[in-house]
């Protein structure tokens, strides 16, 4: 039976978390599970769609329509390779069509699913297009440590770890930091903080809930470093507003 929640002739932006089926809302399970169209996306370096494996449950006779996208830093590229993706999504959509993309973590943090809206706003009426939270990668790993994110006045910042320049300004910003792509430059990474004495205040989890592929790290002062993969979230818990005190790490 169709979820009420669900209309015909309409986008869902879905975010299923950062892998694991049982991180899945029920939201976004009842979508899924009634959509005409379920569109997931996946990474041309990758063989399957991790977002496609965690709603694999929820599957059963909907059209899956697995879509590669490029992994680079091209800003025109990626917008046109989304605009043509836009393009038939709205088609689907105005012929009455329920379209759901799934997309790990949440849709409006370093997703895909952030560019295929912007292309559809131009395609479809605004009622038309819906976005559904999800747990995102940075979430998880807090979970992983039960180390709170931020209390009281703490400022929590959110970035990708590829501009390390930015990356040291923002340690001087922050109470607590969060950190994608953690793995694209690891070495210096790990250098950065080791000379701003935070090793023993950083944690990271890469490939969360993907079985024997996952890595938890709970203290980096006491880690070997061994290669990891794209999706590695690191957490750096540089200290609390002074209203606070004693050590945080």
């Not at 790990?104 to 997703?111: S, T, V």
């Not at 023993?200 to 024997?212: H, I, K, N, R, T």
């Amino acid at each position: 039976m169709q979820d009420k929640m669900l209309k015909p002739g309409c986008f869902y932006a879905v975010g299923v978390g950062p892998g694991d089926p049982d991180l899945v809302t029920l939201r976004a399970a009842r979508l899924v599970e009634g959509a005409d169209v379920i569109l997931a996306p996946q990474a041309k370096s990758s063989k399957s769609s991790i977002a496609l494996r965690a709603v694999a449950p929820l599957l059963k006779d909907q059209e899956i329509v697995v879509t590669q996208y490029p992994m680079e830093r091209n800003n025109v590229k990626t917008r046109e390779h989304w605009g043509k993706i836009a393009t038939d999504v709205a088609k689907r959509c105005l012929s009455g069509q329920s379209v759901v993309q799934v997309t790990l973590g949440d849709p409006l943090i370093f997703a895909t699913s952030s560019y295929l809206m912007e292309a559809l706003v131009e395609k479809l009426p605004a009622d038309r297009i819906q976005t559904i939270p999800g747990i995102s990668a940075y979430q998880m790993v807090a979970g992983c440590f039960n180390r709170p994110l931020t209390l009281q006045e703490d400022r929590l910042m959110i970035m990708s770890a590829t501009d390390l320049d930015a990356v040291e300004k923002a340690l001087d910003a922050c109470e607590t930091l969060v950190l994608f792509k953690a793995a694209g430059d690891l070495p210096r990474l790990l250098e950065l903080l080791r000379r701003k004495q935070l090793l023993q205040c950083a944690e990271l989890v890469s490939a969360g809930g993907q079985g024997e592929h996952e890595v938890k790290v709970a203290d980096l002062s006491q880690w070997d470093e061994v290669d990891l993969g794209y999706m590695t979230t690191m957490i750096i818990h540089i200290g609390q507003r002074p209203w606070q005190e004693g050590p945080t790490c």
